[in-house]
């Protein structure tokens, strides 16, 4: 007799071992849950029977998914995208779909596996690459910025993608081909649904939303029903559940309730996946992925290094260093959870097998498993890889050279300022204001421009990279002032510091007691407080320059 309640608590406490494991090999999460799957599947132990509830659980949390991704793609975003994400992003996807899919038909599979396969293998994991990103505290970075722009184009491509696919209907004598009774059904399909979205959008969510926020545990039953329900409707219309829950989300994302929606759903959707890449891992037929390990390996390979090379070369040709061109590239040398719930939808429509599923899976194990450790080793890469990398760069890096340019007249700094956060922006300001030349550097470009805006002398720049650094004036720099966050960053600079030849003293921000000693140790000359006025630290060094200035 099942016991659903009690398989699902063994699950669950099942996962949060795996994933604790996972967590200490900083490995995502998702790749445990899969692992999760096989063990309680009829693969591993055959611990778990209640699939049909794992299923619909499942079912819900790729609803949730893709309503949370259109609800953060309001219409004011997506203007603002720039140039280089959409090209970068559209670059990218024309480059891994075409060889992709040249390359899958290579290996032996039929033309519409290969074209679902090479679709799915451009798109990266939103939620893992700004999980990294964040970690490293490198999301406003200007590599960080141009990633997250492109994962949106991604993101928007992959609906895309699935309506275009749902058009597609299998019979007995295989798919119609008929590209432009499909390509009318699809943008007659699309109109429809862009009229019915407006309206609703103009007149109807809005008050409907602001009524339901009356009650947050409302709002966030009024979120999911709202989800689930075009989820429904768009299988019913023939598009896809994932297709709807996309449009209930950006339909949304316009509202003032759509941080306080996703706020409240990003837990549930986490915990709903569990079950999707369980259900996932327990369905994978062993027996078919033993002669899809050499497929899996070659479209790895083609992932983890075809991805951001192109990344780099169109990056490259629009102006950006080699650097920014690297780090960013890395974020897309993985598949994400998109690719696999693109091919299960491909199954669910009769286009592919379980075979293409399977070699999807593996792609994506390999391919997010590997460039994890990537980018969280993105510097120590780049360091050992900048001299073949010079091919990705122009002589003349002109985008960046724009903001990273002082402004002309200025007197060369005695202070310079790394990192332009409140702290490190109030300390810029008023050195400015007491009469002392400064620079400040942050690789935040909206920071950059915002205090140019105000008249200081502001560079856009990196200070963990060590070419940037040794670029700086610091011939006439009596202090350079550091309010980098970690202590990683801080050697390194203190390393660069030295190697220039820099004869000033460093001061540096403290913001924990581990990190006090390191600095101290390094020789750092003054300590700063961040609870201290920024005023008076900001103060006190110009007090100090003065006296200098009297006893020269």
Do not use: C
Request: glycine share 8%; proline share 4%; charged share 15%.
């Amino acid at each position: 007799m099942e016991k659903p309640f009690a398989e699902l608590a063994l699950l669950l406490s099942v996962a949060a071992g795996v994933g604790a494991l996972f967590v200490r090999l900083r490995q995502p999460l998702l790749i445990a849950y899969i692992a999760v799957g096989i063990l309680v599947g009829p693969a591993g132990f055959a611990l778990v029977t209640a699939h049909d509830q794992i299923d619909l659980l499942a079912q819900v949390g790729v609803a949730v998914l893709l309503f949370l991704v259109g609800l953060k793609l309001d219409l004011h975003h997506v203007r603002h995208i720039g140039p280089v994400a959409l090209a970068t992003g559209l670059g990218q996807l024309a480059f891994t779909i075409v060889i992709g899919f040249l390359l899958i038909l290579l290996l032996g599979k039929d033309w519409l596996t290969a074209l679902y396969v090479s679709v799915a293998l451009t798109f990266s994991s939103t939620i893992i690459i700004v999980k990294l990103l964040s970690d490293k505290r490198e999301l406003d970075s200007l590599h960080g910025r141009i990633a997250v722009g492109f994962l949106i184009v991604q993101d928007v491509a992959v609906v895309v993608a699935m309506m275009a696919m749902s058009a597609l209907r299998a019979d007995p004598g295989g798919v119609d081909t008929n590209l432009f009774s499909v390509a009318g059904s699809l943008l007659l399909r699309i109109g429809a649904a862009a009229l019915v979205l407006f309206v609703l959008m103009r007149h109807v969510l809005p008050p409907l939303a602001r009524m339901m926020a009356h009650s947050q545990e409302l709002l966030l039953i009024f979120a999911i029903a709202w989800g689930t329900a075009l989820a429904a409707l768009g299988e019913w219309t023939g598009f896809s559940k994932e297709a709807g829950a996309f449009l209930a989300g950006f339909s949304l994302a316009s509202t003032s309730y759509r941080d306080a929606m996703s706020a409240r759903l990003t837990g549930i959707r986490d915990f709903l996946l569990l079950f999707f890449f369980v259900d996932l891992g327990a369905k994978l037929d062993f027996s078919t992925l033993g002669g899809e390990l050499w497929p899996a390996a070659v479209l790895s390979a083609f992932v983890l290094v075809g991805n951001p090379l192109i990344v780099m070369a169109i990056m490259g040709y629009m102006g950006y260093r080699k650097r920014t061109g690297f780090l960013a590239g890395l974020t897309v040398a993985q598949i994400s959870e998109f690719s696999i719930i693109f091919v299960a939808m491909g199954i669910s429509l009769g286009h592919v097998g379980q075979e293409a599923l399977g070699l999807t899976t593996l792609v994506g194990l390999i391919t997010i498993a590997l460039s994890t450790y990537m980018i969280l080793y993105s510097q120590s890469l780049y360091e050992r890889l900048a001299p073949v990398l010079q091919a990705f760069e122009r002589k003349r890096p002109y985008r960046e050279l724009v903001t990273e340019q002082p402004a002309h007249g200025r007197e060369e700094p005695r202070v310079v300022i790394l990192g332009l956060g409140r702290y490190g922006a109030r300390m810029l300001e008023r050195l400015h204001a007491r009469g002392v030349p400064v620079l400040g550097v942050d690789f935040d470009p909206e920071v950059v421009r915002a205090l140019r805006r105000k008249k200081l002398a502001v560079r856009f720049g990196d200070a963990e990279d060590p070419a940037f650094v040794e670029s700086l004036p610091l011939a006439a720099a009596d202090w350079v002032v550091t309010a980098l966050p970690e202590w990683k960053a801080n050697r390194m600079l203190l390393d660069v510091l030295r190697s220039a030849g820099f004869r000033g003293r460093v001061a540096a921000v403290v913001r924990d007691g581990s990190h006090r000693p390191a600095l101290h140790q390094a020789g750092v000359a003054r300590l700063i407080n961040p609870f201290d006025a920024a005023d008076h630290a900001a103060d006190a060094l110009a007090q100090e320059l003065l006296s200098q200035e009297k006893t020269r």
